[in-house]
């Protein structure tokens, strides 16, 4: 083992706790540590990285340093994997800068694009996994701009038939090169939107998430990320709270 990969007892306790790593020298000293059973009194103890280790009775277990970050996903990016183009999955590209495991917070299909909040902060994935009414979100609906003006009502009519979305509004904006549905909107999961345009055989550019709770993907690239702000983190945190789950 090379000396920078030597994890001694007394740097494992400072780190896994709120001591210095005098103050972590000091308890094993005391007696106050002990390695699988068996009390050490050398800071100096040399761990392999698989021993149990108690400090007062009470397990010592290294701080998890969360991370957090916002991906504007681009049209055609997978989450995890390649495309069939073998364009760098959303996690490739996370893994240049961190080795920690990420979810998503939230998350979209791959055939959709936009938004992304990722994190290993496992609290707030798993307060979003329901997906319930809420965040406000805001999406895009991206139709060619040959698109029929009675389908656009249909799909317009389709999103407010779905009670679940607690849509609040469509606006419709016309171009030259397109017509884009921008959906305001709480909760729900927007592929049923994507199953409906199929199940009609209408044709759509791409749907486009560009708004969660407070967070936008405005100066991200496409296809690119930033660290997620610390009035971003307190959003996710403390701001959006599901409802209690009803018991029977």
Same mark, same amino acid.
């Given at each position: 083992m090379e000396e920078s990969e030597i994890v001694r007892l007394s740097k494992k306790l400072a780190n896994a706790s709120e001591l210095s790593r005098r103050e972590a020298s000091d308890v094993i000293k005391k007696g106050e540590v002990s390695v699988n059973g068996e009390v050490i009194r050398d800071p100096a103890f040399v761990l392999s990285g698989t021993e149990e280790i108690l400090y007062k009775g009470h397990p010592v277990k290294e701080k998890v340093v969360y991370e957090y970050f916002v991906f504007n996903k681009a049209k055609n990016m997978n989450f995890s994997k390649k495309s069939d183009k073998n364009r760098p999955s959303v996690i490739e590209i996370l893994k240049k800068t961190s080795q920690i495991n990420l979810s998503?917070?939230? &998350? =979209?299909? /791959?055939?959709?694009?936009?938004?992304?909040?990722? %994190?290993?902060?496992?609290? =707030?994935? %798993?307060?979003? /996994?329901?997906?319930? &009414? #809420?965040?406000?979100?805001?999406?895009?609906? $991206?139709?060619?701009?040959? %698109?029929? /003006?009675?389908? #656009?009502?249909? =799909?317009?009519?389709?999103?407010? &038939?779905? $009670? #679940? =979305?607690?849509?609040?509004?469509?606006? #419709?904006v016309r171009s030259e090169d397109q017509i884009v549905l921008i959906v305001e909107m709480y909760g729900f999961d927007m592929d049923l939107v994507l199953q409906y345009l199929k199940t009609e055989n209408l044709d759509y550019v791409k749907l486009d998430r560009v708004y969660f709770g407070g967070i936008t993907k405005k100066d991200i690239s496409r296809g690119w990320f930033r660290p997620m702000s610390k009035q971003e983190i307190i959003l996710l945190k403390h701001f959006y709270n599901p409802p209690p789950t009803k018991r029977l």
């Open positions: 998503s917070v939230h &998350s =979209i299909s /791959d055939e959709m694009c936009g938004l992304l909040m990722l %994190t290993n902060d496992e609290e =707030i994935v %798993t307060k979003f /996994d329901k997906k319930e &009414s #809420v965040v406000k979100q805001l999406y895009e609906l $991206v139709l060619p701009k040959d %698109t029929l /003006d009675g389908d #656009v009502e249909k =799909i317009k009519s389709f999103i407010f &038939s779905q $009670v #679940v =979305i607690k849509c609040k509004h469509i606006n #419709v």
